[in-house]
């Protein structure tokens, strides 16, 4: 059979199936003190009640011991408390706040990393963190930048009594020039909120996260996110054109250059994104944004071999070339688990090891058709790819995206996820994977038919190709420190063998802080602990992670 005509019966199918209306996965096992929470590369979801039966998340610093409260920062007293209400909103143990008021501050939504803040302020403008920067500063009061908490490696929540400062209330746009595409904004501006701006305008923001319901855009490039599209419009340290920040004494940077081009001295802006918090906050960006497509097809794929996929991988660029705006890969085990837990029926009949999403956006709808066909009919008569389906409408393109941004809130559904965000040779980016799960067999750690209730639910691989970037998860019933032992420090061993990265985008945080030398040689680790030293002597921007200065 002529194998456009496959893929087109395969597409009949597809939309004959029954969609569903929402692509957003509620999982009870997420829901938390009635907040929205997502991850990196998650769907987000709206928690409206608690969990059935509360299990109480464990200290950040006791699972971390070798971690101590640095002996020279102080005591919040109820002087600074005043001060800072005379400020700004604040959520205060000593004004009457509960544990589970400060909890969406303190915990993240992973129930992985929890803090002890007794206090929370909410500034509502720049002048407001520059004097509670000042402040704290002057008094060696530590401090966490906050801003959706979606993140995944213990950055936005406290290790011990530091002093939550939450951008939310920052979330003004500033201006957007339909010329040029450059938006103007506060950093607590909500990513999907901003994208709806712009879309209005006819244009989209160039960054993409499942996460994009709660994360905020200063979060965002204070830890460089990469998302779902960097293939297509580049990361955060091209398309961000200036920072407005506020560093640890006070003082106000105001970076918000709206050029392309500017020659004039060192450019400070890169040393904030994906700085974490650390040298400075973060209160507002400018981003050159692209114009809103005309034309977008998402086509969903079944592979025989890792070594198929990345041979679709060249064939799609090739084919492609400027349209091509996501290419992500996922094993079957992530599919399986997404089915399990949400109960739909998946897009493929057959089964797999492998599975591609191919994204293209355009300004013409009829060349990229042509462009996106030609390539399907050329996979298909080298049998590259076993199986697939094109979208035919925006509902089902939001139907197949599901089945990649669900599946990290589909595997915490079970209890725990380790999860390792990596940057590998391409040729090796699935070996990890083979590599770490017969590691967990060869434990006694793997559930099988045998002993199903063993404690790594499983071993799953995704990410995005174009970039080179795995997201390994190990779905686990609970976090368990034979399980970790396992994990650690055999995977930082295994990438640093490949020169690869042991955080692709999802940055450094508390888990990853001490593990740093294994992609970083000791001058770059000098120079980094000097600029942190140079910005903050004091210390009190995010202490305890990152790449800590007196490590």
């Not at 450059?182 to 990513?191: E, H, Q, S």
């Not at 139907?399 to 990596?422: C, N, P």
């Amino acid at each position: 059979m002529n194998p456009s005509i496959v893929l087109r019966n395969a597409t009949r199918a597809a939309v004959r199936r029954p969609l569903a209306q929402s692509v957003r996965i509620a999982v009870p096992a997420l829901r938390v003190a009635g907040r929205r929470w997502a991850s990196t590369e998650g769907a987000a979801t709206t928690a409206a009640e608690t969990e059935p039966t509360k299990k109480v998340t464990k200290l950040t610093a006791d699972s971390y011991p070798n971690l101590q409260r640095g002996s020279h920062f102080s005591k919040i007293t109820a002087e600074d408390v005043a001060y800072f209400e005379s400020i700004c909103p604040i959520i205060s143990a000593d004004r009457g706040a509960t544990e589970d008021d400060l909890k969406p501050f303190n915990q993240d939504w992973m129930n992985k990393y929890r803090g002890q803040t007794r206090l929370v302020v909410k500034p509502k403008s720049t002048e407001d963190v520059s004097k509670i920067l000042k402040h704290c500063n002057e008094r060696k009061l530590a401090v966490v930048p906050q801003g959706g908490n979606t993140g995944l490696v213990g950055g936005s929540v406290p290790v011990f009594d530091e002093i939550v400062i939450n951008m939310a209330s920052m979330n003004n746009i500033r201006s957007f020039d339909e010329v040029s595409g450059i938006l103007t904004c506060d950093a607590g501006v909500i990513l999907e909120t901003a994208d709806s701006y712009l879309r209005e305008h006819g244009y989209i923001f160039p960054l993409d996260l499942g996460a994009k319901g709660s994360c905020h855009v200063g979060g965002n490039v204070a830890c460089n996110a990469g998302g779902l599209r960097l293939l297509r419009y580049g990361s955060l340290h091209g398309t961000v054109l200036g920072v407005e920040a506020v560093l640890p004494d006070g003082t106000i940077l105001n970076d918000l250059s709206q050029l392309r081009k500017n020659n004039t001295g060192y450019d400070l802006k890169q040393l904030f994104i994906g700085s974490e918090g650390t040298i400075g906050i973060i209160t507002a960006i400018s981003i050159v944004c692209p114009q809103k497509p005309k034309s977008q097809n998402v086509a969903f794929f079944g592979v025989e071999s890792f070594d198929k996929v990345q041979q679709t991988f060249v064939k799609t660029k090739q084919a492609l070339s400027e349209i091509l705006s996501a290419f992500e890969m996922m094993d079957s085990n992530s599919q399986n688990i997404v089915g399990q837990v949400t109960g739909r029926k998946h897009p493929l009949e057959s089964k797999p090891p492998f599975y591609i999403l191919i994204e293209t956006s355009g300004s013409n709808p009829e060349h990229d058709s042509e462009k996106l066909n030609a390539l399907l009919e050329d996979l298909m008569e080298n049998e590259f790819i076993s199986d697939g389906t094109l979208a035919e409408s925006e509902t089902q393109q939001k139907e197949l995206w599901a089945w990649r941004e669900g599946i990290a809130e589909a595997l915490g559904h079970f209890g725990g996820v380790y999860k390792y965000d990596v940057s590998i040779p391409l040729k090796e980016l699935y070996v990890l994977v083979d590599d770490v799960r017969a590691k967990m067999k060869d434990a006694g750690l793997l559930s099988t038919p045998e002993n199903p209730e063993n404690v790594v639910v499983d071993c799953v691989g995704y990410g995005h190709m174009g970039d080179s970037n795995l997201h390994l998860n190990v779905a686990v019933r609970q976090f368990d420190k034979r399980v970790e032992k396992v994990l650690e420090p055999f995977i930082y061993e295994w990438i640093q063998k490949r020169r690869g990265s042991i955080s692709a985008e999802h940055g450094l945080g508390v888990a990853k802080s001490d593990f740093v030398q294994y992609s970083r040689g000791p001058t770059e680790l000098a120079v980094m602990k000097g600029l942190k030293t140079m910005f903050d002597p004091n210390g009190i921007m995010n202490p305890y992670k990152y790449v800590k200065a007196n490590a």
